[in-house]
Each structure stands twice: as C-alpha cells, then as structure tokens.
C-alpha cells in the first residue's frame, strides 16, 4: 500500500529543518494516546538514529502496548529522511518525509510504502485513513509549535528545569521547549541521574542548590493524580505530593544569590469550588470551598518564600485539558464509540475546557515571558455546557449522545468524594487575563480542539 500526501506549512524550510532535527519533535509529531517515545530527549534526522516508541495510551502497562522499532536509514536528498521499520505491528513500513521550500514557506511531502500483516489486510482501507490523519495532525502540529516559536524568538534561549517531567503535560512541554531550541533539564526522584536530569526528592527535602545553577526557569508539574478515590491515605498523598515539593522549590529558590529568575507553578481550577453557578469565574475570586478549593489555596501559598525573595512566581490554573492520553476526556471516549456516551453531570453546568497542547504552550509561555506573574487561568476562551461538551463530543465521533451518565457511575469508580468535586462540576472560568499577557490559544472552540485531539 502506497501512501502519499503534501502539506505546506507557513514557516521558512531553515526553521521547519532546524525544528525537525532538535530533541522534541518526535513527541510533538506524535499523538500522544497513540504512541510514547521511549527516549523522548533525543533528537536528530541523522542516518543510523533508532526511534522506539510504545504504542497506545500511556495509562496502559508496557506488556500490553507493543513495541514499535524504526531506524533512519538515510537521506536521499537534501532535506529529506527516511525511517523503515525494524520490528513493530507493521508487515513492512517505509516513510520518506521530503521538506522544501515552497515560496515563504515549506512543503511536506510524506511516501509511504505500508503493508499490515496478511491476517489485517481487509482492514487496510481503515490504516490508510488513520495513517492521513496522522500525517495531517503532523502537519497541524508543526505549523501551531512553529508559530510559538516566532512570537518568542525574541527571548534569549533558556535553561529550563522541570518537574513532572514524564506526565502527560510534562513530557509535551519538554518537546515543545527544546524544539524551539531551550535546554531542559529534567528532575527525577532518583540519586542516580542521566547527563542533564538532576536528582530531587520532595519527601526528605533533598535538593542541592547547587544543581540548579545555570537554570534560568523551575516549572514544577510535580503532583499525584487526582482522579482517584479520595481515601484518607490518598488525601494525604495528593496534598503532600503537591506541597512538599513546591515548599521545598521555593525556598531552595529565595536562598540562591544568582539562582532561577522564575517559577512557574501547576494549579488548578479548582480553587474555585466545585459548583459556581451563574458567575464568571477570573483570578480575582478568593476561591470556593471543598478539599480541591483547600488544596489549591494552599499549594499556591507554599510558592510564597520564592516571591518574598523577588524570584517571578506564576500559577497556571488549568482546567479540563483535553487528550486522548489522560485526563477526563480518555475514559469517555469508550463509552462514545459503544454508543453510550452522554453529559456526566446537569445539562447546563458549563465546562472550561483547554486542549492539551494549548495548556503546554501556556506553560511555556509563563516560563519564557519575564512580564508574566501571578496567577492564570489555563482554560480556553469558549467553555460550553456539559450538554454541548457532549453533544460536540458525539457527533465528532458519530455516535449518540442522547443519555446522561448515571450519577452512580463516577461514584462507583471515584467515589462520592472525588466523583462530586471531579464530575458534578459547573465552572465558567475566564481566560481573559491569559490572553492578555500575550498568549495567542490554537483552539478556541471545543470542536476544533477535540478534532485535532482524536485526529478526526
């Protein structure tokens, strides 16, 4: 099967070259609940480089997503590079990707030689058309990161530390950093550490200070899951996570003469409580009630030392990040494509939504733009209710979504707790003041996001 498409991109083909040949971009070209690159930090066209890469969602254990080996075997032609497959689900895989200019800008043009083992062969059709929405949401990928790039070109290139670094946004926000050319360096709980990553545990409070000269920005996405049942020992572990490694980030920040100038913190909506009907939620609200409003306040204080020492503190509030990876959109999507899907909580209660990678470009933009402090609300311009979440989700998906969710689900995965803070929500955050800082979102309305998420 031979598949071939062009797309052109509105950047110069020295930046579309330069991008495509840093650490980052085979995660940024990769749908994220599609495949994981199992070394994310390297980089390079380069014939001989092996490329490996787990495939399906990250949620699943490794034995039950199979391995997938490509080798870049050479580069035909100036611009161009080639990966074939050493083992993986496909029979064979060729993929010559050809980059030229094309007036200002670049076209892509992507050959593919393809054959799926001889049992899946009747299903060829179907790859064919999963294989062009890959190569689309490439194309969409590269051109949105590249436009990014350009409105910060104008800031020096930065030394990066960031927490979190293997999660679903700290692993896109890593990508996205060092394929515009940043240095990050990833902190792991581990006392042994691969050349670049530095050794932190939050738990006894150990990090050298000295580990963090020459690092200009900490961005700390360092957090237990949320979505889970709230059992005692759970709280404790979700706060604790949170607190201790902030509170121990904040003060190795205010003791350093010439340490980082800036830290950029996860936070979340929730601080605003659960249920806001009929308000429109900004910054400005002192914030809700409820474990997650508690949580939220608290887990923002404990960057306190950090900005009392004049270091740049900024809190990005994300909402409902949407990704076929994780978070609350990846569980619904079953129940969609059975035909059951619905709205999980009242009709009307509006849902503040953001799109993975415009929560990571926000992200990113609070680490790079020095004017930016304080808190922000990481959500879209356009959140909807929970009918037109559902609504839009199924007829993406061509499916019905006609009935709710019976309360008594979430519950039963969640629990009464969670399922009431996480589910029954009604929240109509702003996201005015991010915009105002200077950010530019990709999908601001949720039918665009969800159709760039699930490649459809």
Request: aromatic content about 4%; glycine content about 10%; cysteine-free.
């Amino acid at each position: 099967m031979r598949i071939e498409t062009v797309h052109r991109v509105a950047h110069p083909l020295p930046d579309v070259l330069a991008w495509y040949d840093r650490p980052g971009a085979i995660v940024r070209l990769t749908p994220p609940g599609l495949a994981s690159a199992e070394e994310p930090a390297a980089g390079g066209m380069h014939a001989g480089r092996l490329v490996g890469a787990r495939l399906g969602p990250p949620v699943l254990p490794d034995l039950l997503r199979p391995h997938w080996l490509l080798r870049h075997v050479e580069q035909p032609r100036e611009g161009s590079f080639v990966d074939q497959q050493v083992r993986g689900p496909w029979r064979t895989w060729r993929h010559e990707h050809h980059l030229e200019a094309d007036g200002s800008g670049t076209a892509i043009r992507d050959s593919l030689e393809v054959e799926l083992p001889r049992r899946l062969e009747r299903l060829a059709p179907v790859a064919e058309s999963q294989v062009r929405r890959l190569l689309a949401f490439r194309a969409r990928q590269l051109h949105d990161d590249l436009a990014f790039h350009a409105r910060h070109a104008h800031v020096p290139r930065r030394t990066i530390a960031i927490t979190g670094s293997s999660g679903l946004i700290g692993t896109q926000l890593a990508a996205l950093l060092e394929t515009g050319g940043h240095t990050v360096r990833r902190m792991v709980r581990e006392p042994e550490v691969a050349p670049g990553e530095i050794s932190w545990n939050p738990k006894t409070g150990e990090l050298d200070p000295a580990d963090l000269e020459g690092v200009d920005v900490v961005v700390n996405l360092a957090g237990r899951s949320i979505a889970t049942r709230w059992t005692a020992t759970a709280r404790r572990e979700i706060r604790d996570s949170r607190l201790n490694g902030t509170v121990l980030l904040s003060r190795t920040l205010a003791g350093m003469r010439e340490g980082p100038a800036a830290l950029v913190q996860a936070s979340a909506i929730g601080l605003y409580g659960p249920r806001r009907p009929g308000e429109l939620l900004t910054e400005a609200d002192p914030g809700g009630e409820g474990f997650l409003a508690d949580l939220v306040r608290d887990w923002e204080g404990a960057s306190r030392a950090a900005a009392e020492a004049g270091v740049r503190v900024a809190q990005v509030r994300t909402g409902m990040a949407l990704s076929d990876a994780g978070g609350s959109l990846l569980p619904q999507l079953p129940l969609f494509l059975a035909g059951v899907g619905g709205r999980l909580t009242d009709g009307e209660a509006m849902t503040s939504w953001i799109s993975l990678d415009d929560v990571v470009r926000a992200f990113a933009h609070a680490a790079l733009d020095a004017e930016v402090t304080g808190p922000l609300n990481g959500v879209g311009p356009q959140p909807v209710t929970a009918r037109e979440f559902a609504r839009t989700l199924g007829g993406i998906l061509h499916r019905p979504a006609l009935l709710p969710v019976p309360p008594a689900g979430p519950r039963l995965v969640l629990g009464a707790a969670a399922a009431d803070e996480l589910i029954r929500t009604d929240q109509n955050v702003s996201s005015a003041r991010l915009e105002a800082s200077g950010f530019t979102p990709v999908h601001t309305r949720l039918e665009d996001a969800l159709r760039h998420v699930l490649r459809r």
